[in-house]
């Protein structure tokens, strides 16, 4: 059990990994010596996604985000969107990032390495994972099938999700190898600061009250909220981000292959949303990287087609496989591999 949840963890001298069965979220990458999980742990009770129910749970709120919401932490998947469901497919209980993050994984362990799978039904997409620590590195491979027999654009997202005490308002630091980016369209939250829709380079974004944000710094705001797209360098065939804690003395970043997750998207939630269950006590940092840059609808996505004239979402063929693969690093600050910086 971790945190009220079934999980399964695999761990060596540095390192230990916790996995949720439902929902199949990385919930911990603990560095062992100091005792730090840069991942984010809501302050709110977790439950089982299976077991919310809407007229029981109102502290989760009444949306189709609150089956997630219920049961989310730290790095989520989001397949076979990224962002909500469009009316109908909420009516027909499709959650907010798609099932992947409520479904149960059926897990199997070994000494460093865990293997885990999921059906989607309403997606019919089967994903599997194999999870392996090595030293200060965590693998991750992950397969996403499609059963069906017609092809599928899908949303395809790692929701990694920073959060106290890793997260310091005015102290974390972050970096990654982004160029061209966007603020979102929509509203964020409650405490919306940069200029909707604006374009701009890497890591100066607009401000809606002038000047430019440096998103390479987290803020020392009483409220904030807000939503960046960036599309990752195209000169260079790896991607990342790494956020540095002084506190802590720890980098933590992920690194993956460019062409498999072109795009990543910056959350910044910091007491901005006052209904349940946030409350307006939540202090979070996404970096949430991708085939898709917003968080938004199926339709959407798919009528966006393009930014940057980079595609926005992926297409599995019908019947066929695709793999990914992408690791997380936690390290001393001060040892932090060069591919990373």
Same mark, same amino acid.
């Given at each position: 059990?971790?945190?009220?949840?079934?999980?399964?963890?695999?761990?060596?001298?540095?390192?230990?990994?916790? @996995? =949720?069965?439902?929902?199949?979220?990385?919930?911990?990458?603990?560095?062992?010596?100091?005792?730090?999980?840069?991942? %984010?742990?809501?302050?709110?009770?977790?439950?089982?996604?299976? *077991?919310?129910?809407?007229?029981?749970?109102?502290?989760?709120?009444?949306?189709?985000?609150?089956?997630?919401?219920?049961?989310?932490?730290?790095?989520?998947?989001?397949?076979?969107?990224?962002?909500?469901?469009?009316?109908?497919?909420?009516?027909?209980?499709?959650?907010?990032?798609?099932?992947?993050?409520?479904?149960?994984?059926?897990?199997?362990?070994?000494?460093?390495?865990?293997?885990?799978?999921?059906?989607?039904?309403?997606?019919?997409?089967?994903?599997?994972?194999?999870?392996?620590?090595?030293?200060?590195?965590?693998?991750?491979?992950?397969?996403?099938?499609?059963?069906?027999?017609?092809?599928?654009?899908?949303?395809?997202?790692?929701?990694?999700?920073?959060?106290?005490?890793?997260? *310091? $308002?005015?102290?974390?630091?972050?970096? +990654?190898?982004?160029?061209?980016? $966007?603020?979102?369209?929509?509203?964020?939250?409650?405490?919306?600061?940069?200029? $909707?829709?604006?374009?701009?380079?890497?890591?100066?974004?607009?401000?809606?009250?002038?000047?430019?944000?440096?998103?390479?710094?987290?803020?020392?705001?009483? $409220?904030?909220?807000?939503?960046?797209?960036?599309?990752?360098?195209?000169?260079?065939?790896?991607?990342?981000?790494? +956020?540095?804690?002084?506190?802590?003395?720890?980098?933590?970043?992920?690194?993956?292959?460019?062409?498999?997750?072109? %795009?990543?998207?910056? %959350?910044?939630?910091?007491?901005?949303?006052? +209904?349940?269950?946030?409350?307006?006590?939540?202090?979070?940092?996404?970096?949430?990287?991708?085939?898709?840059?917003?968080?938004?609808?199926?339709?959407?996505?798919?009528?966006?087609?393009? =930014?940057?004239?980079?595609?926005?979402?992926?297409?599995?063929?019908?019947?066929?496989?695709?793999?990914?693969?992408?690791?997380? @690093?936690?390290?001393? +600050?001060?040892?932090?591999?060069?591919?990373?910086?």
């Amino acid at each position: 059990m971790f945190r009220n949840r079934r999980a399964c963890s695999i761990e060596n001298g540095t390192l230990r990994v916790t @996995v =949720l069965e439902e929902g199949g979220h990385i919930a911990e990458i603990l560095d062992k010596p100091s005792g730090v999980n840069p991942l %984010w742990i809501p302050d709110w009770p977790s439950i089982e996604p299976s *077991e919310y129910d809407a007229a029981t749970h109102t502290i989760y709120g009444n949306n189709a985000e609150s089956s997630l919401l219920a049961g989310i932490m730290g790095h989520n998947l989001c397949l076979d969107i990224f962002g909500g469901p469009s009316a109908e497919e909420a009516a027909a209980g499709m959650p907010v990032h798609g099932e992947a993050s409520v479904a149960r994984f059926e897990i199997d362990r070994s000494e460093t390495a865990l293997c885990m799978h999921a059906m989607l039904p309403m997606a019919q997409l089967r994903v599997e994972r194999r999870i392996e620590v090595v030293h200060r590195t965590v693998h991750v491979r992950e397969t996403v099938e499609n059963v069906s027999g017609a092809d599928r654009p899908v949303g395809w997202t790692q929701h990694v999700t920073l959060g106290p005490p890793f997260l *310091e $308002k005015g102290t974390t630091e972050f970096r +990654a190898s982004a160029s061209r980016s $966007k603020v979102f369209e929509s509203t964020v939250g409650a405490n919306d600061y940069l200029e $909707k829709g604006a374009e701009f380079d890497w890591p100066l974004a607009p401000r809606a009250s002038g000047g430019v944000a440096d998103l390479r710094a987290c803020g020392k705001a009483a $409220k904030s909220s807000g939503y960046t797209a960036h599309l990752m360098d195209p000169a260079h065939d790896e991607a990342f981000f790494v +956020a540095f804690s002084p506190s802590a003395r720890l980098a933590f970043g992920y690194a993956w292959r460019r062409t498999d997750f072109p %795009w990543m998207g910056i %959350w910044e939630e910091n007491h901005s949303r006052p +209904a349940a269950p946030w409350n307006g006590r939540t202090l979070t940092r996404g970096f949430e990287f991708g085939v898709s840059p917003m968080p938004e609808t199926r339709r959407q996505m798919i009528e966006r087609a393009r =930014l940057f004239e980079v595609p926005t979402y992926r297409w599995i063929p019908a019947r066929q496989r695709t793999t990914v693969e992408y690791r997380a @690093v936690l390290y001393p +600050a001060d040892a932090v591999p060069e591919t990373l910086t």
